[in-house]
């Protein structure tokens, strides 16, 4: 029954023109046949079947011994034919066997590898999805419908099990058959019946298994096509999201893993064009191999080849995430092998001038050419049928048009426009073959359309030049052969029955191309390649892993213990996973063991597991024990090595001693690196311990995008979430969990999960211990006055501590250091016990704003907000700051700081506190007041009766856009800072030199904020900050600036000529107490105009120079020998600065902005730069050529390189093997271009390529 309706399915329509339905009558009819097949498959011996195949020999045989009988021939003869007849059949069963299964076993050879790497891929992705779906539920156990995950379905698993036990039933029967070849050719048998009957028995069951296997894994990629189950597009689904989710990295992708695969790739990519060429020369020596259906073949091999030679040199580089990536790849290359087997093995036998060799070597590489072309399509349509993807991670999304893609585009295009204006205007001239016309025009245009839009998405550029290139000859073709029939045509007699010999030869070419095209199709859908973005697991830890790698590679002679220390969730351990494998550590160690330490009580449990885990991490743990003891066995295979033994989470300094007795760092050049969260066991390393820290905003976002999927209507929402993971990563793991198996794309369910999070934000931070209990009384504090700012602010650092100092938090100081050192000494030591969060740094590293993190507030810190005014509009403590009553409380009069947080618009906040402090003051209050804090309220109005505060030590006034400051301020003599940067004020008051105590003040440059003239001997000997300040040749401060002695950081601009410039140069050269130094000289219309050269170089404390203005090359060798942070605008240096910069050993960050140099070539020597970690180039407009030699700037981790529009692409950049970010902004797209193709050629000889950044505007 099954044979009938498959057998009517053949002839009948089944699919008419309309399509309604059509797609289940497909299914139905793919089932019905599929199960047919499967029924036929089973129904016959396949050993039977090829002695019957092979019968007319016997019976030829017969016939010739009747014949000789019949013609008197002599008995003996006649007895030693039939004497043979054994012989042959013993040859028969033991031989012919293997010959006919080679073919059958190599299919099942490849096929059981593929299944393997599936299933271990599957394996690996349900794992990981039920650790995350356990996670999650557990975090959902107060609402169980929460906890959703999605991944492989019931029918993907039974498939998948079903996978599992074919693997090893095929590898169980290829493990049989080389078994019995083996035997076959190392063993004589006896000559007998019962020997020949044996084997006749064994090899027909190795054909009955043979078939049956291959029929049943033919079923079972037939199974995944006609039900639609698409495993591997399930796999590809849920990797991206269940991995991004795993708060460990990822193992497998270690260092020589990826070099080997490496290899491989590049093997194959080579062999790949090699055979082309060798194809190419076969063509053209041996023209009548190419004739009818050989020629077809070596066609569809050669097309085959040359895509794959392009798709392979585009996956060089990438980092396979799959196994089954792996396993094609290798099938792929052992194809290639094969074709240049056979390709070498014709030219070999066609050696010798015979023609029975040149004819018997012809028939040979026909076979072979058959089968190598059958193997090719079949790995396309495996690909095809699982469905799954090569990724290359990049966080480029740039793709590059050549000028050569381009004219191809255009001539596929032109070709197209005129084959469609000929149908629609000649279409009666082509009669006979309109039907044919027609239909190739429709193939190519679905090419076209599928090229160029792998070409605009794709992500290999090799693969996209070859697309179009294979496209253009294509098209060509079909043009050509169709103006060839056009020509023929004319002077033929047309017979509306029969068609013409130009129409018989158009129709045959037309099939051709039209299989061409099939092929092509298949190999742009198999070669594609998919662009994600680059996750960055180790967002934030750059610097920590350049620092332990340093440890870990340096100072060889003196064994250590190295340690890595921080709360539970901060990324200790995948900081020391990227660390183990990073490529420096790799090349150093050649021997490494990874130990997850067990939480066992028991000594002897400890030392049992952790030596099982370092002899399984250097693949020794299969080996015979003969000791019996586990440690000694560990201990012997780490004898006289030099390694690197990774101790992640001791919790205990007994787990330590005990380890480190046993594992004893004799060896030189030998290593131990630990991880822990208790400060005491840190400190029982050989140097001080590594803290890690709390995420910055930027990186916490960073992180949290990567992981939590949500749409653009909700990242509000989302940020107000991801603001309680406090910068902690595990936290931000936490909120990836709740969200993991939500639809993403209806708003709806994520703010369902969102609010859920919002309002059960005690689970979301269990994980975040606190260590506020055991802070000394100074620190507790510091850290108290945090919850005097609302939740989430951000505050500035140079704010922080400022007020600090001002309110008398800094204890005195006793050594050199000042207040303010040792205030961020405070902040820093904060930072470092995970009490704050960093939120932003500056980019040379330095701490920008700062925030409690979200878990702290509920902890019971010390109230501070006793005898402090905190308005922020809302609470009722501030009723009389937006009131009119006149009765304040009587504690107002001790009152030692009043901070606003009322930023609402209008006139009205300014006028409100204006009111307040004029009554407050009127009425004796504030006489105490140490604090008035009014950044960013808009235009607040000071009374003249400010004066009267004499205790005032902070007058905050920033982004308030103030427009004057009373006269009377210079009654503050206690005032320390007096910030009115960013405002409307341009000249301060002369009173201003009164302020003897003023260590800070901030001035606003764009307003081109002035001093009055000097009233008296005063200097403000105690400035230690003066920023913002504007001079002209009438300014007071050139006379006597070099009067502040302890002047710490001064920005100062000016309009003066150079002889006017002169005695201010020679004066900031005296200032040696300075550590940053701004300095812009410039014209009305702000363009930069000649600054002199000043001598710096007695400078020893100034660390940072920012320089705007035009300079001469001298005065660079005049630069501080320990200056960190340079920046140069407008410098407009005619000669390279870089071989006088380079010199600077401590160098550190350096930026070049537009016209800082003008020349054209640019060098950066080796071992120059050795400590410099941010280069940017912006708006060279004549640099060409940058020349990076071998060994230069070392430690540069991040080069951004802007608008340098004749800039070619240096080849130095390959010698940057810590680059980890490469920005390109407004570069010329063929810079860009280049960049991208060539990413793995330049970094290849290292792990990890830096991310590059493509952005324009």
């Known amino acids: 029954m099954l044979h009938q309706f498959a057998a009517a399915g053949e002839v009948m329509d089944l699919n008419p ?56 021939v002599s008995l003996y003869q006649a007895l030693v034919c ?29 096929e059981w590898r593929l299944l393997h790497a599936i299933v271990e891929d599957a394996k690996k992705i349900m794992e990981y999805r039920d650790l995350i779906g356990a996670r999650a539920c557990k975090i959902w156990d107060s609402n169980p419908d929460g906890a959703t995950v999605k991944g492989v379905d019931e029918t993907e698993v039974a498939w998948l099990e079903k996978a599992r036990s074919m693997v090893l039933q095929a590898e169980s029967l290829v493990e049989t058959f080389e078994k019995q070849r083996i035997r076959r050719d190392s063993h004589t048998q006896r000559l007998c019946f019962d020997m020949t009957t044996e084997n006749f028995q064994q090899v027909t069951g190795l054909f009955t298994e043979t ?5 049943e894994m033919k079923d079972m990629v037939e199974e995944n096509k006609v039900y639609e189950i698409g495993i591997g597009e399930s796999l590809e689904r849920s990797r991206p999201s269940i991995v991004s989710l795993l708060d460990r990295p990822v193992d497998g992708h270690d260092q020589q ?9 590049s093997s194959a990519a080579a062999l790949a064009s090699t055979v082309v060429e060798n194809i190419k020369r076969l063509t053209i020596q041996k023209p009548d191999l190419t004739c009818k259906d050989t020629g077809d073949q070596i066609s569809s091999i050669d097309l085959q080849l040359r895509q794959l030679h392009h798709f392979l040199k585009d996956i060089e580089g990438i980092r396979f995430e799959s196994e089954i990536e792996g396993a094609w790849v290798k099938e792929v290359h052992e194809m290639i092998k094969e074709a240049d087997h056979a390709v070498n093995k014709y030219w070999q036998r066609i050696g010798r001038l015979s023609f029975i060799n040149n004819w018997n070597a012809g028939r040979k590489l026909k076979g072979d050419i058959k089968c190598i072309d059958v193997g090719f399509t079949q790995l396309l349509e495996w690909k095809d049928s699982y469905g799954f993807k090569f990724v290359r991670r990049d966080s480029s999304k740039f793709v590059y048009q050549s000028p050569q893609q381009t004219q191809d585009d255009s001539i596929v295009s032109t070709i197209l426009s005129r084959m469609h204006e000929f149908l629609n205007e000649n279409s009666h001239l082509l009669g006979e073959v309109l039907y044919e016309v027609t239909s190739l025009y429709n193939q190519l245009e679905e090419m076209h359309k599928l090229v160029r839009g792998a070409s605009v998405t794709g992500g290999g550029y090799n693969s996209r030049m070859s697309w179009l290139e294979q496209a253009r000859k294509i098209s060509e073709s079909a043009e050509k052969s169709l103006t060839t029939f056009l020509r023929n045509s004319h002077n033929m007699w047309q017979n509306l029955l029969f068609k013409t010999r130009a129409g018989r030869k158009f129709s045959r070419d037309v099939y051709r191309i039209n299989h061409t095209i099939d092929l092509f199709l298949k190999c742009i859908r198999a070669y594609d390649i998919e662009v994600r973005e680059e996750p960055n697991s180790v967002v934030g830890l750059e610097e920590d892993i350049e620092a332990v790698v340093s440890q870990l590679t340096t100072n060889d002679e003196h064994p250590s213990v190295i340690s890595i220390v921080g709360i539970g969730g901060i990324g200790k351990t995948t900081l020391a996973k990227k660390i183990y494998d990073h490529g420096v550590v790799v090349d150093h160690f050649p021997c490494r063991a990874w130990v997850s330490v067990p939480q066992k009580s028991d000594n002897g449990a400890l030392l049992e597991d952790v030596a099982k885990q370092v002899l399984k991490s250097l693949q020794r743990l299969e080996e015979e024990n003969r000791n019996g003891s586990w440690i000694q066995k560990a201990q012997d295979v780490l004898k006289d090595k030099k390694y690197l033994l990774v101790l992640d989470n001791i919790s205990t300094e007994k787990e330590l001693d005990t380890l480190k007795k046993e594992f004893l760092v004799t060896s030189t050049g030998c290593k131990i690196l630990l991880t822990t969260r208790d400060d005491k066991v840190a400190s029982g390393a050989d140097i001080p311990p590594h803290k890690l820290r709390l995420r910055t905003k930027e990186e916490s976002w960073q992180l949290f995008t990567q992981m939590v999927h949500f749409p653009p209507t909700e990242e509000l929402l989302a940020k107000d979430i991801f603001r309680k993971c406090g910068g902690l990563p595990q936290a931000i793991f936490h909120v990836g969990y709740l969200m993991f ?20 934000d005690t689970p979301l931070l269990a994980t975040f211990t606190t260590r506020s209990s055991n802070l000394l009384p100074h620190l507790k504090k510091c850290l108290s006055y945090f919850k005097l700012f609302p939740n989430d602010f951000e505050i500035p650092a140079r704010r922080l501590t400022a007020l600090w100092i001002a309110e008398g938090l800094v204890e005195d100081c006793k050594r050199e250091e000042t ?12 930072i470092r016990l995970d009490m704050i969060q960093a939120v932003k740094r500056k980019h040379n590293g330095k701490v920008k704003t700062c925030s409690l993190p979200y878990a702290l507030p509920k902890d019971p810190l010390p109230d501070m907000s006793k005898d402090r005014l905190i308005d922020d509009y809302s609470n009722n403590a501030s009723a009389h700051i937006h009131g009119d009553s006149a009765n304040f409380p009587i504690h107002y009069r001790g009152l030692v700081s009043i901070i606003s947080f009322d930023t609402r618009e209008g006139n009205k906040p300014g006028e409100e506190i204006g009111n ?14 140490l604090v008035l804090d009014l950044e960013r309220v808009f235009r607040p109005e000071l009374p003249n009766t400010i004066g009267k505060l004499k205790q005032l030590r902070y007058l905050g006034l920033r982004w308030t856009f103030l427009g004057s400051v009373p006269a009377s301020i210079g009654e503050l003599l206690n005032l320390q800072t007096l910030d009115v940067k960013h405002t409307d004020v341009q000249t301060l008051p002369s009173s201003i030199w009164k302020l003897q105590k003023l260590r800070h003040l901030y001035l606003n440059q764009s307003y081109q904020s002035k001093f009055m003239h000097q009233q008296g001997g005063s200097s403000l000997k105690n400035l230690r900050t003066l920023w913002g300040v504007f001079l002209d040749k009438d300014s007071p401060l050139i006379h006597w600036i070099d009067k502040l002695i302890n002047l710490r950081k001064l920005g100062l601009a000016f309009q003066l000529s150079l002889p006017e410039q002169q005695p201010l140069a020679a004066k900031i050269g005296n200032l040696k107490n300075l550590q940053s130094l701004r300095i812009r000289s410039r014209d009305e219309m702000g363009e930069p105009c000649d600054l002199i050269c000043v001598n710096l170089s007695n400078l020893e404390s100034l660390s940072s120079l920012n320089l705007f203005g035009k300079l001469d090359n001298s005065m660079i060798a005049k630069f501080p020998k320990n200056l960190t942070d340079l920046t140069l605008s407008g410098a407009f240096l005619s000669v390279d600065p870089m071989p006088m910069l380079e010199k600077l050993s401590n160098l550190k960050f350096l930026t070049f902005y537009a016209n800082s140099y003008t020349g054209i070539d640019m060098v950066c020597s080796t071992t120059g730069f050795p400590k410099l970690v941010v280069l940017k180039l912006w708006k060279l407009q004549n640099l060409t050529d940058w020349n990076v030699e071998e060994k230069a700037m070392q430690n540069l981790r991040e080069l951004e390189i802007r608008a340098c529009t004749n800039l070619k692409v240096p080849s130095g950049l390959r010698h940057l093997k810590n680059l980890t970010l490469l920005k390109l902004t407004n570069m010329p797209e063929e810079f860009s271009a280049t960049i991208a193709i060539t990413k793995a050629q330049i970094w290849d000889d290292i792990a990890h390529s830096p991310a590059v950044i493509t952005d324009s505007w």
Request: aromatic residues 14%; glycine residues 4%; charged residues 25%.
């Open 17 to 72: 023109a309309g399509d309604r339905g059509s797609k289940d009558v497909d299914k139905v009819l793919s089932t019905v046949s599929f199960a047919y097949n499967k029924e036929r498959a089973t129904s016959s011996s396949p050993f039977i079947d090829s002695i019957l195949h092979n019968a007319h020999l016997f019976v030829l045989f017969a016939v010739y011994l009747i014949c000789r009988y019949v013609n008197h």
């Open 82 to 110: 039939v004497g043979l007849t054994p012989l042959f059949l013993y040859f028969y069963i033991n031989y012919a066997p293997f010959l006919f299964l080679e073919e059958d076993i190599k299919w099942i050879r490849r």
């Open 211 to 215: 078939k049956t296997v291959k029929q």
């Open 257 to 265: 893993k990826w070099v080997k695969s490496k290899e491989q790739v």
């Open 741 to 760: 198996g939500k639809d993403a794309s209806m708003a709806e369910e994520t703010k369902r999960v969102l609010t859920y999070i919002k309002q059960n």
């Open 819 to 830: 207040d303010e050192d040792v205030a961020d000494e405070y902040l820093s030591e904060l």
């Open 916 to 929: 307040f402090l004029r009554r407050g003051i009127a009425g004796g209050f504030f006489h105490q007041l």
